[in-house]
């Protein structure tokens, strides 16, 4: 599977993004995907998880009630909402796919098989 993710880039604080990550060479739909992402000289963190039919998602804590995942199956992406964008957010964002179909959530990269190249969200202050 090929994934391309897009929609980073330079927001002030409190600003909003829009990531999309679409994806393509495996049956999209049948995939939980999620967001992880990677600051520098930090290990890469889990940012939030929908299931392949989107009833379930899972939110690291340091993005609860600030981002939103949702999927477009018919699009074959899936998309994060970041509002109240904060500095510390500032990271490259990177979409993932897990290796097993119709799983439940999963938040560990462990779980994820094929990643996207990454797109970077700058946050000044």
């Known amino acids: 599977v090929q994934l391309q993710a897009s929609g980073g880039g330079l927001v002030q604080a409190g600003g909003s993004l829009r990531l999309s990550c679409a994806a393509s060479?495996?049956?999209?739909?049948?995939?939980?995907m999620g967001w992880f992402r990677q600051a520098p000289g930090k290990e890469r963190e889990f940012v939030a998880v929908?299931?392949?039919?989107?009833?379930?998602?899972n939110y690291g804590d340091s993005v609860k009630g600030r981002f939103t995942i949702s999927r477009d199956n018919a699009k074959s992406t899936v998309y994060l909402q970041m509002n109240s964008l904060k500095p510390e957010d500032t990271a490259v964002y990177y979409c993932?796919?897990?290796?097993?179909?119709?799983?439940?959530?999963?938040?560990?990269?462990?779980?994820?098989?094929?990643w996207g190249q990454g797109t970077l969200v700058t946050v000044s202050s």
């Open positions: 929908i299931t392949w039919n989107g009833d379930s998602t």
């Open positions: 060479g495996r049956t999209f739909w049948r995939y939980s």
């Open positions: 993932a796919t897990t290796s097993s179909a119709f799983g439940s959530v999963r938040t560990s990269s462990d779980d994820f098989d094929s």
